[in-house]
Every structure is written in structure tokens, then in C-alpha cells.
């Protein structure tokens, strides 16, 4: 049953093809009240990434939807999107350095881990007999007003990782 300070989210995932991820993810909803509205979990399409998109609708109050993208997040689901409104904004950045060799993965991850922005799309480039150097061009959906703080994230990351950032593209917002 619905209660009058509950509302409609939707939250946007990406997840691995493997056994018990779908469930892993909706274990921190389920546990921090959200009430499942709806799951579209399309298999036979993919990510960017190689992983599976999946959208949840649930309903709760706003408070209680920050702690479940917390959770999530905390429990190493990717959150592509969290309701429109809270990733209003964008913003570009190019990487360039040993991508692969310091764990793409794990940079991404380490780009979310602010929580203020999601890796939204990006596209990786390397070039044969220039030992290990490419380049990513990582598009951040980031929460209106918190461009600041996720570029100082992408330096952060960047600087433990010794790669170069080229900050946001001109026309890109």
C-alpha cells in the first residue's frame, strides 16, 4: 500500500550477464523500502559497457530514494540514471594514458564513486605500437550545479592512475 509522501521513481541500471546480478540489485531497494513498480530488464541488448541496461520503477518517499541509489552504489550496481531530474546536467572529459593496463573498470567505478555523477556513455580508443596510450571520451551525467566536483573527481581519479584529462568540451553540457 502506497503512502501520500510516496512518489514515482525510476532508476537506470547496468548490469553484468551473470547468474543472481538482477537480484543482488534489487536487494537494496527491497531493503530500504522501495516498492517495485515495475522491472524491464532487456537481455538481449547491451551497453556501451558489454553489460545489461535494466530499468526499475518503485515508489517511495524522496528521502528514501537517496538511500536506496546509496545502497546500490554501495552494493556495486552500477546506477546509470536516478530519476531525470537528478542527473539534469553533462559534462565531457578526455582521458588519455594506460586505460586498459590500470583497470578501465575500475576507473569508471572510481569516476561514480562521488555520487553526483554516472558514467552516461564513453568510448575508448587505442592505436596499434603506441604501448598501452589511448583515450576515452567519458560523457558524465552529473546533478544540476555539481560539474565542479565531478571534474575534480575525474582529477582525482586520473592523478592515482597517471593519466591526462582534457576537461570539458566546448558544447558539451
Given at each position: 500500500?502506497?503512502?501520500?509522501?510516496?512518489?514515482?521513481?525510476?532508476?537506470?541500471?547496468?548490469?553484468?550477464?551473470?547468474?543472481?546480478?538482477?537480484?543482488?540489485?534489487?536487494?537494496?531497494?527491497?531493503?530500504?523500502?522501495?516498492?517495485?513498480?515495475?522491472?524491464?530488464?532487456?537481455?538481449?541488448?547491451?551497453?556501451?559497457?558489454?553489460?545489461?541496461?535494466?530499468?526499475?520503477?518503485?515508489?517511495?518517499?524522496?528521502?528514501?530514494?537517496?538511500?536506496?541509489?546509496?545502497?546500490?552504489?554501495?552494493?556495486?550496481?552500477?546506477?546509470?540514471?536516478?530519476?531525470?531530474?537528478?542527473?539534469?546536467?553533462?559534462?565531457t572529459v578526455l582521458l588519455v594514458g594506460d586505460l586498459v593496463d590500470t583497470d578501465?573498470?575500475?576507473?569508471?567505478?572510481?569516476?561514480?564513486?562521488?555520487?553526483?555523477?554516472?558514467?552516461?556513455?564513453?568510448?575508448?580508443?587505442?592505436?596499434?605500437?603506441?604501448?598501452?596510450?589511448?583515450?576515452?571520451?567519458?560523457?558524465?551525467?552529473?546533478?544540476?550545479?555539481?560539474?565542479?566536483?565531478?571534474?575534480?573527481?575525474?582529477?582525482?581519479?586520473?592523478?592515482?592512475?597517471?593519466?591526462?584529462?582534457?576537461?570539458?568540451?566546448?558544447?558539451?553540457?
Open positions: 500500500m502506497s503512502d501520500a509522501a510516496d512518489r514515482a521513481h525510476t532508476l537506470r541500471l547496468e548490469l553484468v550477464d551473470e547468474p543472481g546480478e538482477l537480484l543482488r540489485a534489487l536487494s537494496p531497494i527491497a531493503e530500504n523500502g522501495g516498492n517495485l513498480l515495475s522491472i524491464f530488464h532487456e537481455r538481449g541488448s547491451l551497453t556501451p559497457r558489454g553489460h545489461i541496461p535494466v530499468e526499475v520503477d518503485l515508489e517511495c518517499p524522496p528521502e528514501r530514494f537517496d538511500r536506496i541509489v546509496a545502497a546500490l552504489r554501495e552494493a556495486g550496481v552500477t546506477v546509470i540514471q536516478a530519476d531525470a531530474e537528478r542527473y539534469g546536467e553533462a559534462v578501465l573498470s575500475d576507473t569508471l567505478s572510481e569516476l561514480e564513486a562521488c555520487g553526483t555523477a554516472s558514467v552516461a556513455d564513453f568510448s575508448l580508443t587505442t592505436e596499434e605500437g603506441t604501448d598501452g596510450v589511448s583515450a576515452a571520451r567519458v560523457r558524465l551525467a552529473i546533478e544540476s550545479g555539481s560539474a565542479e566536483r565531478a571534474v575534480e573527481q575525474v582529477r582525482g581519479v586520473a592523478d592515482a592512475k597517471d593519466l591526462v584529462v582534457v576537461e570539458p568540451l566546448v558544447g558539451e553540457q
